[in-house]
Every structure is written in structure tokens, then in C-alpha cells.
């Protein structure tokens, strides 16, 4: 059974710092590209960043990029999103998602396997 499980979220004051962590099974974690997305009350899915699955590159959507650092570490089947500097627009549940891909981008329609999200608030 495919299986993505999202930690780490919770409440944080703005400039504060969070680690979320997604832990990955019941796939070859390696052969999969993982992106993190968000969604807001009341919006839509937000793609935050992602990382391929061959050499590690990142790509950051510009409302985090020098804030959100992504990384995976394959012999743990597990990607972290580094969340510094936090702004209380980045109140969202977070979800990662895997993609049996080299690089998936950040459209949520190309990613096949969806964890349950974790909530990050960010207070002013």
C-alpha cells in the first residue's frame, strides 16, 4: 500500500522557523519526483516546491524561494521541507505528493500519490 505521511506542521509565530517531513512506502521511493503543495481556506492548491528524483535538484515557487529549503533523504524514504522566516501568508495545510518521474514540476494534476496534509499556522 502507497503510503505519504506528512509531519511536523503546527503553530508558529511569524519569522519563526518550521520542519515539515514526509515519509514515503509501498514505493520505490528513488524512481519518484516529490513536490510539496499547499492550499489555503478558500484557495486553491499551491505548489511550493519540488525535488526530482536523479540528482536532487529543487525548484521553489517564488513566493518561498530563499525562504523554503527541500531535500530527501532516499535511505530513509523521507523528503523535508525547511520552512524559515515564515509569514502568516503561509497559513495552509501542506501536502506532499509523488510522482513516478524524474522531475514532476509544480502542477498537482501530474503527481499520483497524495499524503494527508499537515496543518502550518503562522501568526502575526
Known amino acids: 500500500e502507497v503510503q505519504l505521511v506528512e509531519s511536523g506542521g503546527g503553530l508558529v509565530q511569524a519569522g519563526g522557523s518550521l520542519r515539515l517531513s514526509c515519509a514515503a512506502s509501498?514505493?520505490?521511493?528513488?524512481?519518484?519526483?516529490i513536490g510539496w503543495f499547499r492550499q489555503a481556506p478558500g484557495k486553491g492548491r499551491e505548489g511550493v516546491s519540488c525535488i526530482s528524483s536523479s540528482d536532487g535538484s529543487t525548484y521553489y515557487a517564488d513566493s518561498v524561494k530563499g525562504r523554503f529549503t527541500m531535500s530527501r533523504d532516499n535511505a530513509k524514504n523521507t523528503v523535508y521541507l525547511q520552512m524559515n522566516s515564515l509569514k502568516p501568508e503561509d497559513t495552509a495545510v501542506y501536502y506532499c505528493?509523488?510522482?513516478?518521474?524524474?522531475?514532476?514540476?509544480?502542477?498537482?494534476?501530474?503527481?499520483?500519490?497524495w499524503g494527508q496534509g499537515t496543518q502550518v499556522t503562522v501568526s502575526s
Open positions: 509501498g514505493f520505490t521511493f528513488d524512481d519518484y519526483a
Open positions: 505528493a509523488a510522482d513516478a518521474t524524474i522531475v514532476a514540476g509544480m502542477d498537482s494534476h501530474s503527481y499520483d500519490y
